[in-house]
């Protein structure tokens, strides 16, 4: 299966800390996406990285991409209790396949 | 807001019942989906249409039945549901079906009795 599989599946941290999320998956990839949702919403896409790419930044985002180790991490820098959601991988594979998501890490910041 | 609507938002319905969700995209994308996201599991993609043609479709029972009539709308028939099939349903919209960012509705939390 192309499923990705995040790690942890929770994490309570303090507003001001830094939370990283682990992102792993099984087959080879074109890109792979990561996606926040607050609860019982829908999701929102914050950044996709293809497999020729090992980071990308956007704000207080960091993504990396280890592609040989079929790996991916999420950053969340200096963390706010707005941080508080699920977050999702999602991978889209060689084939040019639709997307296949994760089962998420719910992440809890604490004011 | 992602400009992507769902109707409606909360739905109730016994299993004799038939009803419909609705999805409409203002982004202007030729590619949408439906979802499934049940408590526990991973998001579960059932349909994708590309340029209004149904280009997946995830082994989805007959009781669930699509229609795109064109680009910017996506509608999911229901009938003679099961409990089980109680869930958070989410369209969501892209470029195209492969390869880009994918833009979702806050979904429908149906509810079968």
């Known amino acids: 299966s192309q499923q990705g599989e995040e790690d942890p599946q929770a994490l309570s941290i303090q507003e001001g800390e830094n939370a990283t999320m682990n992102c792993s998956y099984k087959?080879?990839?074109?890109?792979l996406q990561w996606y926040r949702q607050n609860s019982g919403r829908g999701l929102v896409h914050l950044i996709l990285?293809?497999?020729?790419?090992r980071e990308k930044h956007s704000g207080r985002l960091r993504v990396t991409l280890d592609t040989s180790k079929k790996s991916s991490s999420l950053l969340i820098t200096a963390s706010r209790a707005a941080d508080t959601a699920s977050y999702f991988c999602?991978?889209?594979?060689?084939?040019?396949?639709?997307?296949?998501f994760g089962k998420g890490t719910m992440l809890l910041v604490s004011p | 807001e992602t400009g992507v609507t769902q109707t409606p938002r909360h739905l109730v319905m016994g299993m004799t019942n038939k009803k419909s969700l609705k999805c409409e995209q203002h982004?202007?994308?030729?590619?949408m989906y439906w979802y499934k996201q049940s408590a526990k599991k991973p998001l579960e993609l059932m349909f994708v249409?590309?340029?209004?043609?149904?280009?997946e479709n995830n082994s989805v029972p007959s009781r669930f039945s699509p229609e795109c009539p064109n680009s910017s709308h996506l509608f999911l028939h229901l009938h003679t549901l099961q409990p089980e099939d109680s869930a958070l349903y989410l369209c969501?919209?892209?470029?195209?079906?492969?390869?880009?960012?994918?833009?979702f509705g806050p979904g429908t939390r149906l509810t079968v009795t």
């Open positions: 969501a919209s892209s470029h195209r079906d492969r390869g880009y960012e994918q833009y």
């Open positions: 087959t080879s990839i074109n890109n």
């Open positions: 990285i293809r497999s020729n790419e």
């Open positions: 999602a991978t889209d594979g060689s084939g040019y396949s639709t997307l296949t």
């Open positions: 982004l202007g994308h030729n590619a």
């Open positions: 249409y590309n340029f209004k043609e149904q280009t």
